[in-house]
């Protein structure tokens, strides 16, 4: 009995390889043969190959968007769960908007139609998600000088 465990995933990609590589050196001809014996028609077979070679390009150029649908939900969700200090009134929420604006002028840079409107045609009842999101990314912001 040997001491190490095997490696049955590393053996499984190693036989798709070798299976992969035989049929490579094979010529379209022995291909065709081979599908027909099978009792396959080589048209549809072919149409099957470029339909998986489609999708897997398709999910390959598709990947980078895929994550960054997951970052957005992760960060989405973190804005749901952190708890701010948010004050009551409608006024002092405007107020605490112009000084998060006030303190952090890069994200003023990225706001200039809500700061042009000086957050008085805002809604009152949108304003605590408003004030919600700045604080999140003035935390976000903070994080990252600090990470590097």
Not at 26 to 47: F, N, Q
Not at 63 to 80: D, G, S, V
Not at 114 to 124: G, T, V, Y
């Amino acid at each position: 009995m040997t001491d190490k465990s095997r490696d049955y995933e590393q053996e499984l990609a190693d036989i798709v390889n070798a299976l992969a590589e035989s049929t490579l050196e094979m010529s379209d001809e022995e291909i065709e043969l081979e599908i027909r014996e099978e009792g396959l028609d080589p048209k549809i077979v072919a149409e099957q190959v470029r339909e998986i070679m489609k999708n897997t390009v398709k999910s390959c150029r598709q990947r980078l968007l895929i994550e960054a649908e997951r970052e957005y939900e992760k960060r989405i969700n973190a804005m749901k769960v952190a708890n701010y200090s948010i004050p009551e009134s409608p006024s002092a929420q405007r107020d605490l908007i112009t000084s998060i604006l006030a303190s952090s002028p890069q994200l003023v840079r990225g706001l200039l139609t809500a700061q042009s409107r000086d957050f008085n045609s805002l809604p009152d009842e949108d304003l605590p998600a408003f004030v919600t999101q700045l604080m999140s990314l003035v935390a976000g912001r903070d994080v990252a000088e600090e990470e590097g």
